[in-house]
């Protein structure tokens, strides 16, 4: 079993600042692929970053340059921080982990971007 939880969601100004933080637990997650993806309402859940056991990064060109994922294999787990947010980036923001095998998702967290 495993389990991926969330926190750090919430308003924020556009142009302010973010940090997601996910938990994982029940299993040794690091030799897994880490990421962030998000959800708008109506839309397709889309990744927004991801990172490897050995620290390799991948993000959307959408966040380039303003957001940073990073891990801590050793706490079991990942961050996103998000800087320079615009009014698109609002939706709920979900942690996953993978593998050849399997596949988790956290319950994911509300990020809101308005004045």
């Known amino acids: 079993q495993g389990q991926l939880v969330e926190s750090g969601g919430g308003l924020v100004q556009p142009g302010g600042s973010l940090r997601l933080s996910c938990a994982a637990s029940?299993?040794?997650?690091?030799?897994?692929?880490m990421g962030w993806y998000r959800q708008a309402p109506g839309k397709q859940r889309e990744l927004v970053a991801s990172?490897?056991?050995?620290?390799?990064?991948n993000y959307a060109d959408f966040v380039k340059g303003r957001f940073t994922v990073s891990r801590d294999n050793a706490k079991n787990t990942v961050s996103l921080k998000m800087n320079s947010l615009k009014s698109e980036d609002a939706a709920v923001y979900y942690c996953?982990?993978?593998?050849?095998?399997?596949?988790?998702w956290g319950q994911g967290t509300q990020v809101t971007v308005s004045s």
């Open positions: 996953n982990a993978r593998s050849i095998l399997l596949n988790f």
């Open positions: 029940g299993r040794d997650f690091s030799v897994y692929v």
């Open positions: 990172i490897t056991s050995t620290g390799s990064t």
